[in-house]
């Protein structure tokens, strides 16, 4: 969805209830929740709720000076706080933000929020707001402010400017600073219940809806962006090697090692992680979690490899998976991997 002015469906009732309290507005709020299900969206659409002059039950009508100002990007009482490099991939290298247009920062995109970036801010505070209305600062993810620019976030937050809100959005927030947490109110966002998820998704045009939100742990934003980038809900791989390892005798087929040496380690050991918990929940008796259009092959392989073989295996993988990215010598370890999934996979016969 482009459009920054609309909730997606399963937030708007949420989003009503909360901004329909906005005499007595928080000033900084922390929106929190699962990964994948359109927090930022949340937070963006709110802004622009905040700002319209003439709201419809609360939210953007779309159609006032401010609303257009707000989708053409440039709404003087609004701020978005986020890394060079995600404005840059939001916006596209033709419209950046402005903080993000000098040569160096294009050329090497921070990855954080930066402490100009909050600094930057004094000045909008003691500019008058359009009309007297409200200052919105979106800032995301929180998880990007360093030290300093959380200190600095903090310092700001400790004697609000008047008419001000922030929106902080977070996946984790946990891992924030607890002096920040303190001075926000939390805002949990609901996750779309399966059938808002296939019902959207299958409105974006995304054909099988159902098996693209199996494999994406029911988000419909990943979903979607994983069918406008693969064929088919599993990458062309994996059932390679699961046909492979069908077929094969006692020596792993190394033959994918090319393709998957390509790839960030995490990436492939996040999708035989998935499949090798569809070969246990097979082993149980149970229907594939993450890939159930794979499913007879699924049951073949599980029958053929045992529960404790395929148990060690998902262990194992979860450890490649802490040991982060960065194995010396990538063909190696693929080999190793290739050789220790195969072995996993006849064990029993
Ligand atoms: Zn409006």
């Not at 490099?85 to 294009?106: C, F, I, K, M, S």
């Not at 409200?134 to 200190?151: C, F, M, T």
């Not at 922030?166 to 947490?181: E, G, K, N, Q, S």
Request: proline fraction near 7%; charge should be neutral.
């Amino acid at each position: 969805m482009s459009d920054w002015l609309t909730f997606y469906p399963w937030q708007t009732i949420a989003a009503q209830s909360w901004l329909g309290q906005r005499e007595r507005f928080a000033h900084a709020w922390l929106i929190h929740g699962l990964p994948g299900t359109g927090k930022t969206h949340f937070a963006r659409a709110a802004a622009a709720s905040l700002l319209c002059e003439q709201p419809k039950q609360g939210l953007a009508c779309g159609q006032c000076q401010a609303c257009q100002w707000v989708r053409g990007g440039n709404h003087p009482d609004l701020r978005l706080l986020r890394p060079d490099a995600l404005a840059l991939e939001e916006d596209g290298a033709g419209n950046p933000d402005a903080e993000a247009t000098d040569a160096a920062a294009r050329k090497n995109p921070s990855r954080e929020i930066r402490v100009e970036q909050l600094r930057q801010l004094q000045h909008w505070f003691n500019t008058a707001t359009h009309r007297g209305g409200w200052r919105v600062a979106v800032l995301y993810p929180a998880q990007a402010l360093n030290l300093i620019s959380a200190n600095a976030l903090l310092k700001v937050l400790e004697e609000p400017p008047a008419h001000t809100v922030f929106l902080l959005v977070a996946d984790a927030p946990d891992r924030l600073l607890p002096t920040l947490l303190s001075r926000c109110r939390r805002l949990p966002l609901p996750a779309p219940s399966g059938v808002q998820a296939r019902d959207w998704l299958a409105q974006q045009g995304v054909e099988h809806a159902d098996q693209w939100l199996h494999a994406w742990g029911g988000s419909p934003l990943l979903a979607l962006r994983a069918s406008q980038a693969m064929e088919a809900p599993y990458p062309d791989w994996l059932a390679r090697w699961l046909d492979g390892v069908l077929q094969a005798g006692r020596q792993a087929d190394l033959s994918l090692a090319d393709e998957l040496e390509k790839l960030p380690p995490a990436q492939w050991i996040e999708y035989w992680q998935r499949l090798f918990i569809d070969l246990q929940l097979s082993g149980f008796g149970q229907g594939a979690r993450y890939y159930p259009s794979l499913q007879g092959r699924i049951d073949t392989l599980a029958a053929q490899a045992g529960p404790a073989s395929v148990a060690e295996a998902i262990k194992w993988l979860g450890q490649q998976k802490a040991l982060g990215n960065h194995p010396l010598n990538a063909k190696l370890y693929i080999h190793h991997a290739l050789d220790r999934l195969h072995q996993a996979c006849r064990r029993a016969s």
